[in-house]
């Protein structure tokens, strides 16, 4: 079995060098020719561009093959690869590039025009690597500049920095209570072995292909190409502007798969699917949220011979159960049991374990638990703690992601979701920081107080409301207030609603109460709905 990330595509690439590997619009790539391309992305990334080993690279770019190539190709020259969400806005982009001091970025002509300003402020940042790019390029203060197609077709030979499996190989980024986003480091053996879990238990096989509709800098939709490449399977790129395009697409690809978040499904449960889908959609699945029972009903019927497979993951985890289709019947509302080769406990405060039916903290122990927090000790020391339950005799200690979650277990070891520890929205299958939202409504002027919660959706799982206080000079009004947030924050963080008052409650810390507004509010969606 493959050992490191990148050789799960050239290993598939030697067993089947003719098998299709990526579809995007009407391009089809083999294996050999993504092979042949994450080499030559590997060889001139250490040759041309002088990137040391484990030196990050950025790709901000929607789903085309040339952002495949950058991750796996990253990987193959000992380097480490983040994804940028292709939504997020420049100040956002900026933080992550500096973040975790990246030295190359891949990106399009336009999305480097729009970042100019904060490519210049990122002082690590050497290269600048530009697709679909046919003007004359020339060095820009401390940037150089280059053409992908130029990039990868010259034949450099230099050495690859070597690697092994606990290496790190990527960064993905996730919203932090603190408001700016965190990366989770992940290893080449924190990935190898979630694909060969997640493919094991949705049994996947040479000849299905994968539609690949979520974002690859979500770990869940980067998962759609780890899967597939392990298996030798093939994966239809796709950045969908309605839902029913999707349909269109399963139906021209003859899809197999599909992941998605609720959200996405409540869209597509609503359509009508033609009657062939259903002949070649073998399976389907959830994470990001639970599925809304009417949803699920509504897909289980307009595809009888489609399983469905309901999950729960952590970015922190990569994946951490599943639910088998034949128990969703007997067992409403489960998240499931432990993935292959993961362990999920269920624990008090103490780390001692719970009785059935106690809640407690979701703890995953395994060799899915990614590397921490990208130099951030402090909030890598919340999350990342000892393992419950090991022998004194250890000395040296496991670690396990201590999720925040809060779970029950039942008596056949079947685990359901309760809650959420800390005030982490989740909507659209995003983990959205309060902070973050309330520090671009602050920035705008228009705001004396400001404090957003989630608040319960019948299709974003949690809607982000935002409650605010007028600034002096300034009226209690939407419309202003949502243009300037809509400037600086990806969509799915723009508020749902806004809710104005004079003032704000607190608690006797002097912060937020939000668990008193949470509770005032929980009720406002699905009453607007009924």
Excluded at 130 to 151: K, N
Excluded at 252 to 279: E, F, K, M, N, Y
């Amino acid at each position: 079995m493959s050992q490191l990330l990148f050789e799960l595509p050239l290993a598939a690439a030697e067993r089947s060098p003719h098998a299709r590997a990526l579809t995007h619009k009407d391009t089809v790539v083999d294996y050999t020719g993504l092979a042949r391309a994450i080499e030559h992305f590997a060889a001139a990334t250490v040759g041309h561009l002088a990137t040391g080993r484990l030196e990050r690279i950025a790709v901000f770019l929607p789903k085309v093959p040339e952002t495949v190539v950058t991750m796996f190709g990253a990987a193959r020259a000992g380097c480490v690869f983040v994804p940028v969400n292709p939504l997020l806005k420049p100040a956002q982009v900026g933080h992550i590039l500096r973040d975790c001091n990246v030295r190359v970025l891949i990106t399009s002509a336009e999305r480097a025009a729009v970042l100019e300003e904060e490519l210049r402020a990122c002082p690590d940042l050497k290269h600048v690597v530009l697709t679909g790019c046919d003007e004359g390029l020339t060095a820009t203060g401390h940037l150089s500049w280059h053409r992908w197609h130029e990039l990868v077709s010259d034949r450099a030979s230099a050495p690859l920095h070597r690697v092994i499996d606990t290496d790190m190989v990527s960064i993905f980024y996730t919203s932090g209570s603190t408001g700016k986003p965190k990366g989770v480091v992940l290893s080449h053996r924190n990935m190898v072995t979630g694909a060969h879990s997640v493919a094991s238990y949705l049994e996947n096989v040479p000849e299905d292909r994968l539609l690949a509709v979520l974002p690859f800098s979500f770990d869940y939709g980067f998962s759609q190409l780890s899967t597939a490449f392990h298996v030798g399977a093939s994966v239809t790129l796709m950045d969908y502007l309605f839902a029913r395009d999707i349909l269109a697409l399963l139906t021209r690809d003859r899809i197999t798969g599909l992941a998605g978040v609720p959200p996405l499904w409540s869209q597509l449960a609503d359509l009508h699917w033609p009657g062939t889908i259903t002949g070649h959609l073998r399976y389907i699945t959830n994470s990001g949220g639970a599925m809304p029972g009417a949803t699920l009903q509504k897909l289980r019927d307009a595809l009888p011979r489609t399983q469905v497979f309901l999950m729960y993951g952590l970015t922190e985890a990569f994946r951490s159960t599943y639910l088998p289709p034949r128990e969703i019947d007997r067992r409403p509302g489960s998240m499931g049991k432990a993935i292959p080769n993961a362990e999920i406990m269920v624990v008090r405060p103490d780390g001692s374990a719970c009785e059935p039916n106690e809640p407690g903290e979701l703890v995953h122990r395994g060799s899915l638990v990614s590397l921490g927090y990208w130099n951030d000790p402090a909030k890598t020391a919340e999350r990342f703690k000892p393992c419950p339950g090991q022998d004194s005799g250890l000395v040296l200690t496991e670690l396990a992601v201590w999720s925040g979650d809060t779970v029950r277990r039942d008596e056949d070891g079947y685990l359901y979701f309760i809650g959420r520890r800390d005030e982490m929205i989740k909507t659209s299958g995003y983990r959205v920081s309060p902070a973050e939202i309330e520090e671009v409504a602050f920035a705008t002027g228009l705001v004396a107080d400001a404090a957003a919660i989630g608040v319960p959706h019948p299709t974003l799982g949690q809607a982000v409301v935002l409650v605010a206080a007028a600034a002096n000079g300034h009226a209690a009004d939407d419309a202003p207030l949502l243009d300037a947030l809509r400037k600086d924050l990806p969509a799915f963080m723009v508020p749902a609603r806004i809710v104005w008052r004079e003032s704000l409650p607190r608690n006797p810390n002097g912060k937020y109460d939000r668990a008193n507004l949470a509770s005032e509010f929980r009720s406002l969606f699905s009453e607007s709905t009924a």
